[in-house]
């Protein structure tokens, strides 16, 4: 397992942008899936990016898509969440994981279960 730590939570204003960082102890692409999840409040945690094999195969959830985008790090111990155009419905907790890469390990609907790994999360409030 990988010791993950997120950060780059904040309070932002509806429209505002966020970028969230994750860093691991070691990533290994060839070895390991990553994945953002976020939880709001009163609500089951929600998986929303997957990053499988290759970066042309990253998921995003319907939720998200067309606004927040998965990036790695020019080191390989990091990857990126940019949040654009947030909305009060992306208030939560937002959590990193990784997993073994496997075939379907970023198959909608993202399980939990398929990463032994994670952060503490970073908190994200979207209000005016």
């Known amino acids: 397992q990988l010791q993950l730590v997120e950060s780059g939570g904040g309070l932002v204003q509806p429209g505002g942008s966020l970028r969230l960082s994750c860093r691991a102890s070691?990533?290994?692409?060839?070895?390991?899936?990553v994945s953002w999840f976020r939880q709001a409040p009163g609500k089951e945690r929600e998986g929303i990016i997957c990053?499988?094999?290759?970066?042309?195969?990253?998921y995003y959830a319907d939720s998200v898509k067309g606004r927040f985008t998965f990036s790695r790090g020019n080191v390989a111990n990091m990857v990126y969440l940019q949040l654009n155009l947030l909305k009060p419905e992306d208030t939560g907790v937002y959590y990193c994981?990784?997993?073994?890469?496997?075939?379907?390990?970023?198959?909608?609907?993202?399980?939990?279960?398929?990463?032994?790994?994670w952060g503490p999360g970073t908190q994200v409030s979207v209000s005016s």
């Open positions: 994981a990784t997993g073994p890469l496997t075939r379907f390990v970023c198959t909608s609907p993202l399980s939990e279960q398929r990463f032994d790994s």
């Open positions: 070691k990533f290994t692409e060839n070895f390991y899936a």
């Open positions: 990053a499988g094999h290759t970066d042309e195969d990253i």
